[in-house]
């Protein structure tokens, strides 16, 4: 018996590509939308004084949400899941322990009601429109000429998020203040996040029937949610990508 409702093809055909583009791309659950808001705030002048899960579209789009519209501001900084394509001038990719990410995909699919069964029948029966999460980090990392492309993981960005992003702006080609970076990291802090989730709620498309888009940001939370039999068998699919990482 499947256990999937729905799966999306979201692939996406871009539209006008600039030279100087940069593309945030991740696999799903990564912590893509953390990093979009630190950069929101190091790289615009917030006016309301706050990123929330509304404005962020227009400051970092998403862009199975909308193309951005916003002409002037260079360079565009956008977010996408695809796994990999050539047509993309620059990239941040940023990835995470893969088992964290499954842990994460499963919670997020049964919110929305795409998926519902055990942690165990999702890793088995695991089927996206972006493909496994090892072919997408290694189709973006493991090749010859990466110069164009900046990797970075969710688990160095939480121990060391000002090292981290300043070396990352740096890639992007700004500059940015020592203490606008350090407000960023602290506006973007996991309980801050969760409080502007609260008190300015999701746009449907984020929807997940009141449950929390911002849930546990966990670095290893998997060893408490994965038995052994949900272990293996993910560990079957992607172990050889997990320690090419250099996750233990
Ligand atoms: P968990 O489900 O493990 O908690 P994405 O934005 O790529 O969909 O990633 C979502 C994951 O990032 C979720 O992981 C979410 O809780 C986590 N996350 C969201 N905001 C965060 C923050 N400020 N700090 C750390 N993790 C965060």
Redesign the pocket.
């Given at each position: 018996m499947m256990h999937f409702k729905f799966l999306r093809k979201k692939i996406f055909n871009p539209k006008k590509i600039y030279v100087d583009d940069v593309f945030l791309v991740?696999y799903?659950?990564?912590?893509?939308?953390?990093l979009r808001?630190m950069l929101a705030y190091c790289l615009h002048d917030i006016e309301s004084e706050s990123v929330d899960f509304h404005n962020i579209q227009t400051l970092i789009p998403d862009i199975y949400v909308g193309w951005p519209t916003n002409k002037k501001t260079r360079p565009r900084i956008m977010k996408s899941h695809e796994p990999y394509t050539p047509r993309y001038p620059r990239v941040i990719y940023l990835y995470r322990d893969g088992r964290?990410v499954i842990?994460?995909y499963y919670?997020?699919s049964i919110q929305r009601n795409q998926f519902d069964g055990t942690l165990y029948e999702f890793i088995t029966e695991f089927n996206s429109a972006f493909g496994s999460w090892g072919g997408h980090v290694r189709g973006w990392l493991d090749r010859e000429d990466i110069t164009n492309t900046y990797g970075l993981s969710y688990e160095h960005l939480?121990e060391n998020p000002f090292v981290e992003l300043s070396n990352l702006l740096n890639f992007i080609g700004v500059k940015v203040s020592t203490a606008r970076i350090k407000s960023a990291i602290r506006l973007?802090?996991?309980d801050n996040?969760r409080s502007i989730e609260k008190n300015k709620g999701l746009p449907s498309y984020l929807n997940a029937n009141n449950q929390d888009?911002?849930?546990?940001?966990?670095v290893g939370?998997w060893k408490t949610e994965l038995d052994i039999k949900a272990l293996d068998s993910f560990m079957e699919q992607a172990s050889d990508t997990l320690f090419w990482l250099g996750y233990k």
């Open positions: 991740s799903p659950k990564s912590g893509n939308t953390w808001f964290d842990v994460s919670y997020h939480k973007s802090s996991f996040m888009f911002v849930r546990k940001g966990n939370g």
